[in-house]
């Protein structure tokens, strides 16, 4: 009795149940991305233009990236409580849009809308930083894969979304707006008490390597399965009862990964307390921990950061000899007059920074404008993705959708999965990651300018790729620069960025364009889809092209940026992880 007791409390304690439970939150916490499939319905039933839409478009963004509010309470509340306050603020907001789409209450003013809208959405940063707070805790030496996969879910909830939407076969789109008010909360408030950390960094196994293979290997065959599904259910017309084994048989993969803490709890695997502290070391070298001496320390600059590799080449206890021989030389030459000593200014590279300590630093702000740029350009399309297809001669505009959700998860996953290979395996900065998926997000934007046949279907792919692979590799480089101590307030201000880039690419520029070419063409007559009392249409590769453009430039800059915080951090991210490689290479 006494061991099934303890093997329980073991269960519910392992970490990659936390993992798990936050997989399955995650995978209905992206409600923002689909918001290419409700802002039609809404722009009918409710007779928007363009322009209001697109400010439902940046309200919506900011209710996605406002998350200061989330990570404040997550340093006074449970974490449990958290997600209870994000499920509420999900239901509350999108279940009162879909009351007034559906004309069971009274259409409020637009500003009132964009409240709604607001709140709603803002249940997403509750999700995301509980989930991605808990888990980076808990696997601290894994921080690009655990980023990855859990944004990744979050992009492919689109998709997951839409097929449990197929299964209602509803003809009202209004039907998607309620589901996306009861789903996320009800699935929040089923799991909170299992999100939390769990001292995971005591949990180290040799297998935890097979674990996270055996989640990619989930991440890749749902990826491929979704996308088969969407594909076959766009081309072939499907009884109700194939949709619901389709959607049957994704549940099951789903569920595939909560075998591994079963596993790991039954397994009699264990770690020895020299292996756990071998695997710490690094940690305990990225994160040092404060002290009194720290305060007091004399150092002649910053310096000290770039560090030369002959300098880490001397053992540490030779090294902390010279330190300590170099500092008392100094003390006495400042007694003497001889030097003006300087004495260390807040943490450096690598170790715990708060938020006020990071935004003084430039490194901090390539992140956030790289990422405003990057990431405001793809979520620009993705928000547009409905009037995109639309004016293009596209009937079903759900397609497209779920297909960037899949891309997106593809990214997000292929993001955390190839930057962590470039600084575990070469000690290059993560950033480099980011500054191939801008160029990549480049040629998606001119293909979906372009609006060739089939162009469109290449474009949501590339761009997809691109955007999702934003939010695996920035979250992990603010952690290793500025440390995991204050990880959720830094987290939810570069979030910040996103709806800034959103308002200006979508709020201000593609919604001023579209409304322009709609006009031109409601009054020359050249559009047999506009009706007189409708919101007005805009039809032809022209709606979009010049903003296609435009965002290309911008991702182009946006690459240029990365480049220049790869040039800036290629020390910090030698002093983090060449270290441990080049002992590991000397021992082999």
Same mark, same amino acid.
């Given at each position: 009795m006494g061991m099934c007791n303890e093997k329980l409390v073991g269960f519910l304690n392992n970490r990659w149940l936390v993992f798990v439970a936050a997989i399955w939150v995650q995978s209905c916490a992206g409600i923002g991305y689909l918001f290419g499939s409700i802002s039609p319905v809404i722009k009918t039933n &409710?007779? @928007?233009?363009q322009r209001q839409i697109a400010r439902l478009g940046v309200a919506k963004d900011l209710g996605d990236s406002v998350g200061t509010l989330a990570g404040t309470l997550l340093e006074i509340l449970p974490f449990w409580a958290t997600l209870l306050v994000g499920a509420i603020s999900n239901f509350v907001g999108y279940g009162w849009i879909w009351l007034i789409v559906t004309g069971r209450a009274p259409v409020l003013p637009l500003w009132a809308m964009c409240v709604l809208v607001f709140v709603g959405t803002n249940g997403e940063t509750y999700f995301n930083t509980v989930s991605?707070?808990?888990?980076?805790?808990? *696997?601290? =030496?894994?921080?690009?894969?655990?980023?990855?996969?859990?944004?990744g879910f979050a992009g492919l909830s689109g998709a997951i979304l839409t097929q449990i939407y197929a299964i209602m076969h509803s003809p009202d789109s209004a039907d998607l707006i309620f589901m996306i008010a009861v789903g996320p909360a009800l699935v929040a408030i089923g799991l909170m008490f299992f999100i939390k950390p769990v001292a995971g960094h005591r949990q180290v196994r040799q297998s935890d390597a097979m674990s996270f293979t055996t989640v990619y290997g989930v991440c890749l065959l749902l990826a491929a399965y979704l996308m088969g599904v969407m594909l076959v259910e766009d081309l072939v017309t499907l009884s109700s009862t194939v949709i619901a084994i389709f959607t049957a048989v994704m *549940?099951?993969?789903?569920?595939?990964? /909560?075998?591994?803490p079963v596993a790991s709890t039954l397994s009699s695997e264990t770690t020895t307390y020299a292996e756990q502290e071998a695997l710490l070391q690094p940690l305990h070298r990225q994160e040092p921990a404060t002290s009194e001496a720290d305060g007091n320390e004399v150092i002649l600059s910053e310096v000290e950061d770039e560090k030369s590799e002959v300098e880490d080449s001397v053992p540490a206890s030779e090294r902390q000899k010279r330190i300590a021989q170099l500092q008392a030389k100094l003390l006495q030459a400042a007694a003497e007059g001889a030097v003006r000593v300087q004495r260390r200014k807040g943490p450096r590279r690598g170790e715990d920074f708060t938020l006020g300590q990071a935004l003084i630093k430039a490194d901090f702000w390539l992140i956030f404008l790289s990422h405003l740029l990057g990431s405001g350009t793809g979520l620009t399309v993705i928000d547009n993705l409905g009037q995109m297809s639309e004016?293009?001669? @596209?009937?079903?505009?759900?397609?497209?959708?779920? &297909?960037?959700?899949i891309w997106n998860f593809l990214g997000r996953v292929g993001g955390g999965y190839l930057s962590e290979i470039a600084v575990r395996d070469y000690a290059y900065p993560r950033p480099i990651a980011m500054?191939?998926?801008?160029?990549?997000?480049?040629?998606?934007? %001119?293909?979906?300018?372009?609006?060739?046949?089939?162009?469109? @279907?290449?474009?949501t792919l590339i761009t997809g790729l691109g955007y999702g692979a934003h939010w695996a590799?920035?979250?992990?480089?603010?952690?290793?620069? /500025?440390?995991?101590? =204050? *990880?959720?307030?830094? @987290?939810? /201000?570069?979030? %910040?960025?996103?709806?800034?880039?959103? %308002?200006i690419f979508s709020g201000l520029i593609?919604?001023?364009?579209?409304? =322009?070419?709609?006009? =031109?063409?409601?009054?020359n007559h050249l559009s047999q889809l506009q009706s007189s009392n409708g919101p007005l249409k805009c039809v032809g590769t022209i709606c979009f092209s010049l903003t296609c453009m435009i965002m290309a430039v911008f991702c182009a800059i946006a690459g240029i940026l990365s480049l220049v915080l790869v040039h800036r951090t290629r020390g910090v991210y030698y002093n983090l992880y060449g270290k441990s490689r080049s002992s590991t290479l000397c021992v082999n």
């Open positions: &409710l007779s @928007y233009s991605l707070v808990s888990c980076v805790q808990n *696997f601290p =030496k894994s921080r690009g894969p655990v980023v990855g996969i859990l944004k *549940f099951v993969i789903l569920l595939i990964p /909560f075998l591994i004016s293009l001669g @596209y009937d079903n505009t759900h397609i497209f959708v779920s &297909l960037i959700s500054a191939i998926a801008q160029l990549l997000m480049i040629f998606g934007h %001119l293909f979906i300018g372009m609006g060739w046949p089939g162009a469109m @279907y290449i474009g590799i920035v979250p992990a480089t603010a952690s290793e620069l /500025f440390g995991l101590k =204050k *990880f959720a307030a830094l @987290y939810n /201000f570069i979030t %910040l960025s996103t709806p800034m880039g959103s %308002l593609t919604s001023s364009i579209y409304d =322009k070419e709609a006009e =031109k063409q409601a009054l």
